[in-house]
């Protein structure tokens, strides 16, 4: 769900689709909010892991 008052996402909401912070409290989605913005600039191949790797 995007989370409309402090952007982002909501990682996890519960049986209501409300949000819920049983496994992730907080804001915890700087892993794919970085992903997504290195990934259009990477090779296709041969993987993510592979070129982010030699990226730096």
Not at 10 to 31: F, T
Request: glycine share 6%; hydrophobic share 40%; aromatic share 10%.
């Amino acid at each position: 769900m995007i989370d409309r008052e402090q952007g982002g996402w909501i990682q996890e909401v519960d049986a209501d689709n409300q949000p819920s912070e049983v496994v992730y409290p907080g804001k915890a989605d700087l892993y794919h909010a970085w992903q997504s913005t290195l990934t259009p600039l990477l090779p296709l191949s041969p993987s993510f892991a592979t070129a982010a790797r030699d990226l730096f």
